[in-house]
Nanobody, 121 residues
């Protein structure tokens, strides 16, 4: 199984930056696509960005040009660099990782517990 721990959240002023990290640990063959989601109070959980194992990134339209997803496969860590933050970016940010199990190579996925990002105006 894979355990995911997000970090880097906090309070930031509008226009500021924050870098989130999602560190994976446990037993797995490979970490495949990793996604960052966010959920604001009263809203559904929305996909913000994703990155494949080879580094292909896709972004939610509203964060294009402001957020950058990247990964360090040697450290089993995925990052979300968030620049020019806006109050509407305030949410709990979660990472989700698809992974292949050791031995069976069966695909499964895991979620972290989330990290709060609050952007003040």
């Amino acid at each position: 199984q894979v355990q995911l721990v997000e970090s880097g959240g906090g309070l930031v002023q509008a226009g500021g930056s924050r870098r989130l990290s999602c560190a994976a640990s446990g037993t797995f063959f490979t970490i495949e696509t990793v996604k960052w989601y966010r959920q604001a109070p009263g809203n559904q959980r929305d996909l913000v960005a994703s990155i494949t194992r080879l580094g292909t990134a896709v972004y939610k339209e509203s964060v294009k040009g402001r957020f950058t997803i990247s990964r360090d496969n040697a450290k089993n860590t995925v990052y979300l660099q968030m620049d020019n933050l806006k109050p509407e970016d305030t949410a709990v940010y979660y990472c989700n990782a698809e992974f292949l199990e050791v031995g069976t190579l069966r695909s499964d996925d895991s979620w972290g517990l989330g990290t709060q990002v609050t952007v003040s105006s």
